[in-house]
């Protein structure tokens, strides 16, 4: 059975900075492209990064470009999410995401998030 | 960047009800759409890909239609576990989601 287990949301300052977690189980982690996706309290669903397989690949959302970095331990089947400068903005629930093996940008397994408040 | 319209925002309809939802993009995006539903508190689920593939597990009162600009998903025939939101997603550029349909009973 898949499982993605989200960690490291907590209230943080704006400015501040955060890593999320993410450890993935029940399938082949380093065969799969990897997401983060974001919901905001009471608001849709915003695609945030993606990872390759292999690390050697990232893209970001143009709101969150230059300030969160995604990462991958294969060894230790781990997805990571560094984000910095944070703003009131970036207030959501975290979620990670599998990349489906008919489209890595399908997803088609997912966490239950984690939530980061940015708020003074 | 490509946008992403779902109609109606909420739709409120009974069991047994054929639902369906719109969701257009900004410019074409061939077959490279999917669909998810999500209930309070829960995570997204994959519903069907490629516009109109349903996703294994799905029952088949769930189906996708549609290429380009313009697509659907359909429920035959509305049951109560199928109350939640809806969101279409486009692939053919990274990923952008709709604002969701919210379908709600009426």
């Known amino acids: 059975e898949v499982q993605l287990v989200e960690s490291g949301g907590v209230v943080v300052q704006p400015g501040g900075s955060l890593r999320l977690s993410c450890a993935a189980s029940?399938?082949?982690?380093?065969?799969?492209?990897m997401h983060w996706v974001r919901q905001a309290p009471g608001k849709g669903l915003e695609w945030v990064s993606l990872?390759?397989?292999?690390?050697?690949?990232?893209y970001y959302a143009d709101s969150v470009k230059g300030r969160f970095t995604i990462s991958r331990d294969n060894s230790k089947n781990s997805l990571y999410l560094q984000m910095n400068s944070l703003r009131t903005e970036d207030t959501a629930l975290y979620y990670c995401?599998?990349?489906?093996?008919?489209?890595?940008?399908?997803?088609?397994?997912w966490g239950q998030g984690t939530l980061v408040t940015v708020s003074s | 960047d490509i946008q992403m319209t779902q109609s109606p925002s909420t739709l409120s309809a009974s069991v047994g009800d054929r639902v369906t939802i719109t969701c257009r993009a900004s410019q074409s995006i061939s077959s490279w759409l999917a669909w998810y539903q999500q209930k309070p508190g829960k995570a997204p689920k994959l519903l069907i890909y490629k516009a109109s593939s349903l996703e294994s597990g799905v029952p088949s009162r769930f189906s996708g239609s549609g290429s380009g600009t313009e697509f659907t998903l359909t429920i035959s025939s509305l049951q109560p576990d199928d109350f939640a939101t809806y969101y279409c997603q486009q692939y053919n550029t990274q990923g952008t989601f709709g604002q969701g349909t919210k379908v709600e009973i009426k």
């Open positions: 029940g399938f082949t982690f380093d065969d799969y492209t």
């Open positions: 995401a599998k990349g489906a093996s008919s489209g890595y940008w399908i997803f088609d397994y």
């Open positions: 990872i390759s397989w292999d690390g050697g690949s990232t």
